[in-house]
């Protein structure tokens, strides 16, 4: 079982920012893709952003030019950097890790984002 610990959310206003970290236990970090997906009330858990082993990265089109996925893999770290929050960035985000051999996933517990207007 891998633990992932989501920090960062909260309440923010419309055009504001907020950075999501995402921990990982040590040693195996540098085995999985990353990604960060989110889920409002009423709607499916949509993926917002991913990185590879690599760096390579990849975005939903309704965030790109506004989040930036980052990793620090000597710091097990996995980072959202949210600038330009529109109030439908609202939702609960999920810190994703899925491994690159076996392709077993894992989930953190979600953190809140809110976006007034």
């Known amino acids: 079982q891998v633990q992932l610990v989501e920090s960062g959310g909260g309440l923010v206003q419309a055009g504001g920012s907020l950075r999501l970290s995402c921990t990982a236990p040590?040693?195996?970090?540098?085995?999985?893709?990353m990604g960060w997906y989110r889920q409002a009330p009423g709607k499916q858990r949509e993926l917002v952003a991913a990185?590879?082993?690599?760096?390579?990265?990849n975005y939903a089109d309704s965030v790109k030019g506004r989040f930036t996925i980052s990793r620090d893999n000597p710091k097990s770290t996995l980072y959202l950097q949210m600038n330009s929050l529109k109030p439908e960035d609202t939702a609960v985000y999920y810190c994703n890790a899925r491994h690159i051999l076996t392709t077993d996933a894992y989930w953190g517990q979600g953190t809140q984002v809110t976006v007034s207007e």
């Open positions: 990185i590879l082993v690599n760096g390579n990265t």
């Open positions: 040590r040693n195996t970090f540098g085995f999985f893709t």
